[in-house]
């Protein structure tokens, strides 16, 4: 638990495991400071009290592990999902602008040839 103290740049968080850790060392139950921190979802401190109780505590911060990672990837499409419209409307935007950029001129030209302008 120094271990992931140590890595988690949130100092709150750090200073609750390291608590946690400390009451641990004193034979409370993993999930109880946990709970009492009111840090972690309720499902995962019951999922590490289950993994405590039935001793397999690696599997179930597998399967924590494995729910908060399908979580984060199916949040991630989503917001490439809603982004992409947008980038395709800017895109546009830019596309357009180059073209109308480089005709304008050709436009003008073409104006002033067909009124004479440039005939004398």
Avoid: C, W
Avoid at 24 to 44: N, T
């Amino acid at each position: 638990m120094e271990t992931v103290a140590g890595t988690i740049g949130n100092t709150i968080m750090s200073d609750s495991i390291l608590e946690a850790r400390a009451r641990i060392r004193e034979g409370d139950r993993i999930g109880d400071p946990l709970e009492a921190s009111k840090l972690f979802p309720p499902m995962v401190v019951h999922m590490i009290g289950v993994g405590e109780e039935s001793g397999s505590l690696d599997f179930m911060l597998q399967k924590i592990a494995d729910f908060y990672e399908a979580e984060v990837e199916a949040a991630l499409a989503s917001l490439t999902a809603a982004i992409e419209p947008l980038l395709i409307i800017f895109l546009g935007f830019i596309v357009g602008f180059i073209v109308i950029a480089m005709f304008m001129p050709l436009v003008s030209v073409i104006g002033g040839l067909s009124s004479g302008d440039g005939m004398e």
